[in-house]
Nanobody
Framework: QVQLVESGGGLVQPGGSLRLSCAPS????????MGWYRQAPGKERELVAS???????DYADSLKGRVAISRDSVKNTLVLQMNKLEPDDTAVYYC???????????WGQGTQVTVSS
């Protein structure tokens, strides 16, 4: 089973930046949707940003202007650049892929982002 591997989380001060990356451990053909989600303690998992195979992106309202999602469609890697981080951004961040041929979904194991002084 192919897995998604995230990296780039950590501790950052308010106002700082982090760059999260996600890469599959093997080949995943026919990906049409890639996204970053996050889950803070006691809260439900929520969408941070997504990008479709068409290149169309979508962002959570609370993060617009502070994050940017990008992908490498050849390597099927996914990146989330986060700037001007706030304490409310503290959460576990997960990458997510969906492919269309068999309807398979893939989740990463999660990477912790902590914004604190």
């Amino acid at each position: 089973q192919v897995q998604l591997v995230e990296s780039g989380g950590g501790l950052v001060q308010p106002g700082g930046s982090l760059r999260l990356s996600c890469a599959p451990s093997g080949n995943i053909p026919n990906i049409y949707y890639m996204g970053w989600y996050r889950q803070a303690p006691g809260k439900e998992r929520e969408l941070v940003a997504s990008i479709r195979d068409s290149g169309i992106t979508d962002y959570a309202d609370s993060l617009k202007g502070r994050v940017a999602i990008s992908r490498d469609s050849v390597k099927n890697t996914l990146v989330l650049q986060m700037n001007k981080l706030e304490p409310d951004d503290t959460a576990v961040y997960y990458c997510y892929y969906r492919e269309w041929s068999r309807g398979q979904e893939f989740w990463g194991q999660g990477t912790q982002v902590t914004v604190s002084s």
